[in-house]
T-cell receptor, first 116, second 114 residues
C-alpha cells in the first residue's frame, strides 16, 4: 500500500524566515512520481513540482527548493525568504509510474502561515 | 481556456436527497478524477475515468456514482446523501503521454449534508 505522511499539521513563521515542509512516503514500487501542490486560501490546488524516482537531483525554482532522498523516502520542500503570499496548505502526493490514470495518494497537508 | 470548472460551488442537502456535481474541462484531457477533501485527511480519490464512456473506482467510492458520457464532462452523483458525505469535492483532469502528468484541478464544490 502507498502512503504519504506530512507530520507537520501547521507551521507559522515570520516573513523572510526560511521554512521546510516535510514529506515522507511509503511505497513498494521501485518507480514512482512525487508531487507537491499548493492550496491557497481561495481553495484551488496549484501544481508546484513533479519528480520521478529515477532522479534524485535537488531542484530549485526561485525561492522554492526540493530535496528528494530515496534512502530516507523523503521529499522535502523549502521556501527561502518566505512571503505572506506563501501562506497556504501544501500537499505532498505520490503516484505509481504507469501509463494511464494517475491515482494520486495525498498526504494530510501542512498549513503554512507567514506572518508579516 | 477556462481549464477545469465545477458546478455548483456550494450546496446544502438534507439526508436522503440526491444531487449531481458537474465537472467540465476544455483541455481535451483523456483522464478525469473526482476527489473529496476532509479536514486532516488530504484529498482522497473517489472515482476516475480514463476516457469517454469509462469509469473506475478509487479509494473511497461507496455512496457515489459517476458517468463520463462526453470526453469533456465528468459527473459525480450522490443518490442518497448522508452527513458523512459533507466535504469539499474537487474534480481534476490530466493528459498522460508516456508517464504521469500533473493534474489540473477545479475550484471545488463545498457540500453540506444536514
Amino acid at each position: 500500500a502507498q502512503k504519504v505522511t506530512q507530520a507537520q499539521t501547521e507551521i507559522s513563521v515570520v516573513e523572510k524566515e526560511d521554512v521546510t515542509l516535510d514529506c515522507v512516503y511509503e511505497t513498494r514500487d521501485t518507480t514512482y512520481y512525487l508531487f507537491w501542490y499548493k492550496q491557497p486560501p481561495s481553495g484551488e490546488l496549484v501544481f508546484l513540482i513533479r519528480r520521478n524516482s529515477f532522479d534524485e537531483q535537488n531542484e530549485i525554482s526561485g525561492r522554492y527548493s526540493w530535496n528528494f532522498q530515496k534512502s530516507t523516502s523523503s521529499f522535502n520542500f523549502t521556501i527561502t525568504a518566505s512571503q505572506v503570499v506563501d501562506s497556504a496548505v501544501y500537499f505532498c502526493a505520490l503516484s505509481p509510474l504507469i501509463q494511464g490514470a494517475q491515482k494520486l495518494v495525498f498526504g494530510q497537508g501542512t498549513r503554512l502561515t507567514i506572518n508579516p | 481556456n477556462a481549464g477545469v470548472t465545477q458546478t455548483p460551488k456550494f450546496r446544502v442537502l438534507k439526508t436522503g436527497q440526491s444531487m449531481t456535481l458537474l465537472c467540465a474541462q476544455d483541455m481535451n484531457h483523456e483522464y478525469m478524477y473526482w476527489y473529496r477533501q476532509d479536514p486532516g485527511m488530504g484529498l482522497r480519490l473517489i472515482h476516475y475515468s480514463v476516457g469517454e464512456g469509462t469509469t473506475a473506482k478509487g479509494e473511497v467510492p461507496d455512496g457515489y456514482n459517476v458517468s463520463r458520457l462526453k470526453k469533456q464532462n465528468f459527473l459525480l452523483g450522490l443518490e442518497s446523501a448522508a452527513p458523512s458525505q459533507t466535504s469539499v469535492y474537487f474534480c481534476a483532469s490530466s493528459w498522460v503521454a508516456g508517464g504521469p502528468d500533473e493534474q489540473f484541478f477545479g475550484p471545488g464544490t463545498r457540500l453540506t449534508v444536514l
